[in-house]
Structures are given as structure tokens and as C-alpha cells.
């Protein structure tokens, strides 16, 4: 599954609630985005049909209802799989995650 980088912003609100979310949360939750309101729901269709993301239920709003979904992967195994996906050295990997956070420890 690829997700693009504007699909991974809503993948972390959706992680980031843990409860399932309507377009509306999503925006409002969704402070520094990078795609438009008017685009999300397309975007919402994507994900689904990449099966990212799935409509959990219908939520009560104050004029109807609306959708709202969850992730169907963990970030865990979202970089889990893009880890084997792309043969990273797992190690070498971790490594390197070591070194970028004591990095930004020190400039701190």
C-alpha cells in the first residue's frame, strides 16, 4: 500500500484520535495540512478503496449524520511493511533512527 504524503497527514490524525473520525474532526484536527477541505473527500474514497482506511459508522451531526472512518493499519505496521517493501536493512534502519533523534536531542 503506498500512501501519498498529503494521505499520510490524515493517516496521523486518524492514529493520533484512535477513535473513528468524520471529514469534519479531520479538518478541524488537521492544523498544518496540505490539501484542501474541498479534496479530502476525495481523498477519504482513495484511501478507502486502498483499503488504508474503512468507514467504521455513520456519527450524528446537528443537521444529519456523517461518515466516519478508521485506519485499518497501525502506523507500526504501516512502516513495518513499506520496511520490507523497499528491503531496508532493518538494523541499519534503527540505527539511523538513533542517530537522527540524538541529533535533534543535542540541537534542542
Known sequence: MNLTKKEMEVMQVLWN????????????????RTWS???LYAMLN???DKKAISLDRYKPTATNSAKAYIPLISLEEYLVKKTFEYDVDADKLIQIIIEKEAKKKEDQ
Do not use: G
Open 17 to 32: 484520535r484512535k477513535a473513528p473520525m468524520t471529514a469534519s474532526e479531520i479538518i478541524e484536527a488537521s492544523v498544518e
Open 37 to 39: 477541505e474541498q479534496s
Open 46 to 48: 482513495r484511501m478507502v
